[in-house]
């Protein structure tokens, strides 16, 4: 549910990191890589990395949720409550509760692609304009 309400805005954040590292570039580009380019270039640097912080934290949300029915497990209820255990543990699993994005299911493993991918665009624009 909550992943619904925001799912927009996290779209949009994803938009802002795909036009902000091509514009960061340009900008170095402009400047000709001067330190006064390094400072100008700053605040949208804190802001590219704030971003990519807050996608691997709601990837970590899944993450949580995958480890859940292991620790339901791993607790001991008493006598007779193996049954309901088991019950409630295929409940979660079957639910695969975690952070949504347009009905997929973000993970850090989507997140670090993410993230490894403009790194490369990154550098890879970088030496071909440099």
């Given at each position: 549910?909550?992943?619904?309400?925001?799912?927009?805005?996290?779209?949009?954040?994803?938009?802002?990191?795909?036009?902000?590292?091509?514009?960061?570039i340009?900008?170095?580009?402009?400047?000709?890589?001067?330190?006064?380019?390094?400072?100008?270039?700053?605040?949208?640097?804190v802001?590219?990395?704030?971003?990519?912080?807050?996608?691997?934290?709601?990837?970590?949300?899944?993450?949580k949720?995958t480890?859940?029915?292991?620790?339901?497990?791993?607790?001991?209820?008493?006598?007779?409550?193996?049954?309901?255990?088991?019950?409630?543990?295929?409940?979660?699993?079957?639910?695969?509760?975690?952070?949504?994005?347009?009905?997929?299911?973000?993970?850090?493993?989507?997140?670090?692609?993410?993230?490894?991918?403009?790194?490369?665009?990154?550098?890879?624009?970088?030496?071909?304009?440099?």
């Amino acid at each position: 549910k909550a992943s619904s309400t925001i799912e927009l805005i996290f779209l949009v954040f994803v938009a802002v990191v795909v036009c902000t590292v091509p514009m960061l570039i340009l900008d170095l580009v402009a400047l000709d890589m001067q330190r006064s380019a390094l400072i100008a270039i700053l605040p949208g640097v804190v802001t590219l990395l704030s971003l990519f912080w807050m996608f691997i934290l709601a990837a970590l949300i899944t993450d949580k949720c995958t480890r859940v029915p292991a620790l339901i497990n791993s607790l001991n209820f008493g006598e007779g409550t193996e049954r309901a255990r088991q019950h409630t543990i295929n409940y979660i699993v079957s639910s695969d509760a975690g952070f949504y994005v347009c009905d997929i299911r973000l993970t850090t493993t989507m997140v670090l692609k993410f993230i490894y991918g403009w790194g490369v665009i990154a550098i890879g624009l970088s030496s071909r304009l440099f």
